[in-house]
């Protein structure tokens, strides 16, 4: 059997796409709007050395992406287990080795996948602006203020996509996406008033 034509079998059965899509749209959400609070602060706390941006993004996006593919593994494992066994009580016969249990399998690797993967993509796109300022190709407060464009953009098209699967107005949803942004921003700014070292 064809690698398409068994993805297609395991879609059938388990139906891992959907959930997929919406691990991926969470967790970049998520990966998004965490390197943007840590952008924020190295900004209000003058860091101006692209390599520190580097490796705390990096840094987070590396445990993000194993907390979240560790983290889905295990509970989408349990799950899957859980249904499984419900499952073969009803039919009354062990679904080990089956295309099933091949299917539920594949599944739970391929979610816990992009569950990681989706945070740590969105992470490293933000920051990406910081590699061309350490080879010296544009300058710390470009890599800043092209870091900060990237991540509105990326916050408004993850609230676009939502838009599309909830059917709503699409700029709505786009504003809704960006106002947590704004939320998140307020709060950063908040906490740098109250631990600025006094002039």
Do not use: H
Not at 68 to 79: D, K, Q
């Amino acid at each position: 059997m064809g690698i398409r034509k068994k993805l297609d079998q395991y879609e059938k059965i388990t139906g891992m796409s959907e959930l997929a899509r919406r691990y991926f749209v969470m967790n970049s959400f998520d990966g998004t709007l965490t390197i943007f609070g840590v952008l924020l602060g190295s900004f209000l706390a003058q860091i101006s050395e692209p390599a520190t941006i580097i490796m705390l993004g990096m840094a987070g996006g590396a445990a993000i992406f194993v907390s979240g593919v560790w983290g889905t593994y295990l509970s989408e494992s349990a799950e899957r287990k859980k249904s499984k066994n419900e499952l073969e009580k009803v039919m009354l016969k062990d679904l080990d080795r089956t295309k099933i249990s091949e299917a539920e399998n594949f599944a739970t690797y391929y979610v816990s996948f992009i569950n990681g993967i989706s945070p740590l993509l969105a992470i490293l796109l933000i920051i990406s602006p910081f590699f061309a300022a350490s080879a010296g190709i544009i300058g710390m407060g470009t890599a800043y203020y092209i870091s900060f464009a990237l991540f509105f953009v990326v916050f408004a098209s993850i609230g676009v996509f939502l838009g599309r699967l909830s059917k709503e107005n699409l700029v709505l949803s786009a504003l809704k996406s960006l106002a947590v942004g704004f939320v998140c921003a307020i709060i950063i700014y908040a906490i740098s008033s109250f631990t600025a070292p006094p002039i």
